[in-house]
């Protein structure tokens, strides 16, 4: 009997191709692959921007036992109001106290607690936010101290690759998965850090692979030739899946094995 918890983790869901995609594999996955545990990250879910109620739900029903965001999250203006009624969609836990929503949340599996964070990072990314690094380490302390959770992810959205791979070297040990988000271009750098936390740099997306990060082509390229704005729609074609596969250890909450998951779908 396999007692590690497996989680699958999807990277950041743009517009309607994204989700239909996922809505399409996730049942599939959950059976191949035994995956006990799903995180989906929905920053984009709603045509490109942010996430809609409806849209939370919707992921939810379909399998997500969490829904991460991003620097998206208030572009949807409904959200705001679905927080107080829905515990398991995250925006990043760094923004000042009273703002609407967590950045964390606990959830009873069949193998033991499991703990979602998200932070957003502050580099090159707006809206600036309190300290990440202060706020993570912080968060997994009381975590794993005053709640006795042992299994812990987080989504670190966030630009730079030198912040995120800091401060999943930072929380080494603390936490059971660091994976970050945010730029839609999955690395290639996946491995367990010397005291037993997955690591990722970016997870990757979840949308049209024929695309600029999900979006038309011509109208980005049209943007960066001319500097004039535009709209940038979302792309059509066959849809790419990324995200990663992690064991963790219920135990000790160490990630026992982590892969990159990296699927196109051929529908649109």
């Given at each position: 009997?396999?007692?590690?918890?497996?989680?699958l983790?999807?990277?950041?869901i743009?517009?309607?191709?994204?989700?239909?995609?996922v809505?399409?594999?996730?049942?599939?996955?959950r059976?191949?692959?035994?995956?006990?545990?799903?995180?989906?990250n929905g920053e984009?879910?709603a045509?490109?921007r942010g996430?809609?109620?409806?849209i939370?739900?919707?992921?939810?029903?379909a399998g997500?036992?969490?829904?991460?965001t991003?620097d998206?999250?208030w572009?949807q203006a409904?959200?705001v109001?679905?927080?107080?009624?829905?515990?398991?969609?995250?925006?990043?836990?760094n923004?000042?106290?009273?703002?609407?929503?967590?950045?964390?949340?606990?959830?009873?599996?069949?193998?033991?607690?499991?703990?979602?964070?998200?932070?957003?990072?502050?580099?090159?990314?707006q809206?600036?936010?309190?300290?990440?690094f202060v706020w993570?380490?912080?968060?997994?302390?009381?975590?794993r101290?005053?709640?006795?959770v042992?299994?812990?992810?987080?989504?670190f959205?966030?630009?730079?690759?030198?912040e995120?791979?800091?401060?999943?070297?930072?929380?080494d040990g603390?936490?059971s998965v660091?994976c970050?988000?945010h730029?839609?271009v999955?690395?290639?750098?996946?491995?367990i850090?010397?005291k037993g936390?997955?690591?990722?740099?970016?997870?990757g997306?979840?949308?049209p692979?024929?695309?600029?990060?999900g979006?038309?082509?011509?109208s980005v390229?049209?943007?960066f030739?001319t500097?004039l704005?535009?709209?940038?729609?979302?792309?059509?074609?066959?849809?790419?899946?990324?995200?990663?596969?992690?064991?963790?250890d219920?135990?000790?909450?160490?990630?026992?094995?982590?892969?990159?998951?990296?699927?196109?779908?051929?529908?649109?």
């Amino acid at each position: 009997m396999n007692t590690s918890l497996r989680i699958l983790f999807l990277g950041d869901i743009v517009g309607e191709p994204g989700r239909k995609a996922v809505h399409h594999i996730l049942p599939i996955l959950r059976k191949e692959r035994s995956i006990d545990f799903v995180i989906v990250n929905g920053e984009n879910s709603a045509a490109g921007r942010g996430i809609t109620p409806k849209i939370a739900i919707d992921l939810l029903r379909a399998g997500a036992a969490v829904v991460t965001t991003g620097d998206h999250i208030w572009d949807q203006a409904e959200i705001v109001d679905y927080f107080p009624t829905e515990p398991r969609l995250l925006r990043p836990g760094n923004y000042p106290e009273g703002t609407p929503g967590s950045g964390s949340v606990i959830l009873e599996t069949p193998k033991g607690k499991i703990a979602v964070m998200q932070a957003q990072g502050r580099s090159f990314i707006q809206p600036p936010l309190e300290n990440p690094f202060v706020w993570a380490e912080k968060e997994a302390l009381r975590l794993r101290e005053e709640q006795n959770v042992k299994m812990i992810f987080l989504d670190f959205h966030a630009e730079t690759t030198s912040e995120k791979i800091a401060i999943g070297r930072m929380l080494d040990g603390l936490v059971s998965v660091v994976c970050g988000t945010h730029t839609h271009v999955q690395t290639a750098d996946e491995r367990i850090l010397p005291k037993g936390t997955g690591y990722l740099t970016d997870a990757g997306m979840c949308g049209p692979d024929d695309s600029v990060l999900g979006r038309a082509v011509d109208s980005v390229i049209w943007r960066f030739k001319t500097g004039l704005p535009t709209r940038f729609p979302i792309a059509k074609g066959p849809v790419r899946l990324c995200g990663l596969i992690a064991d963790i250890d219920p135990e000790t909450g160490h990630c026992l094995h982590i892969e990159r998951y990296d699927h196109l779908l051929p529908i649109a």
